[in-house]
């Protein structure tokens, strides 16, 4: 990649297409910039559409960006146009998979699933870390198999979830004892968390 120095915002401005915001929100609010009509791209979480310059795309990217499987959803300003969601597209699809969504509040929902949805996998991967660990295995075999877990696990998913679930837990099997302890409240408390991720993103 090249890169060229500017003496000053304003230059920069005056050569650029479309600017990326990537900055603390605070730090925005204190920017007295004219971006003179150009396309921004906001990834700044917690500032709303409509506190961006009228031609404006707000991106609520997740860390899969870091190695190319980002989740990005945005959602677009009326005075972006048809081209500039043209390039959107092309751009946040160069690090993953993009989802126009249609107002800020869908941004803070897909904040809740998708933003914070990596942490909630963690959790997940954790607990049979831990789990691995009472067993007696070692940390090299249980980085070893836990990935693999959940990419095959995914890769083998024909989409119907319950289907899928059905196939593994064999009735009377170890799979079904093991759902058995889970139980629905499992299921409700990860929705719950969701539901407050999005209260939360609200506030912001």
């Known amino acids: 990649l090249g890169f060229r120095v500017v003496g000053s915002l304003d230059e920069l401005l005056e050569e650029a297409q479309v600017v990326l915001l990537a900055v603390k929100p605070q730090d925005f609010r204190n920017m007295k910039v004219d971006f003179g009509g150009k396309l921004v791209v906001s990834i700044m979480a917690g500032v709303p559409l409509a506190d ?10 997740n860390l899969g960006a ?4 980002s989740v990005s959803s945005w959602v677009a300003s009326d005075a972006v146009t048809d081209e500039d969601k043209d390039f959107v597209r ?4 160069d690090f993953g998979v993009e989802v126009e969504v249609r107002n800020d509040d869908e941004i803070d929902k897909m904040t809740a699933l998708t933003g914070s949805g990596p942490a909630y996998v963690y959790v997940f991967m954790r607990a ?13 075999v ?7 877990l959940i990419e095959g696990s995914l890769e083998a998913s024909s989409g119907d979830l319950e289907d899928m679930i059905a196939k593994v837990a064999s009735k009377g099997g170890t799979t079904e004892a093991a759902l058995n302890v889970l ?3 499992w299921g409700d408390k990860l929705k719950e ?4 991720a ?3 993103a609200k506030e912001l």
């Open 90 to 93: 092309e751009f946040l699809s």
């Open 198 to 200: 999005y209260d939360r």
């Open 66 to 69: 870091k190695v190319g499987k």
């Open 128 to 140: 049979l870390t831990e789990a691995g660990r009472e067993f007696g295995f070692g940390e090299d």
């Open 193 to 196: 968390a969701v539901r407050v």
């Open 183 to 185: 139980g629905a409240e």
């Open 52 to 61: 961006l310059p009228g031609r404006a795309v707000r991106v609520m990217p």
């Open 142 to 148: 249980l980085k070893k198999i836990l990935p693999v």
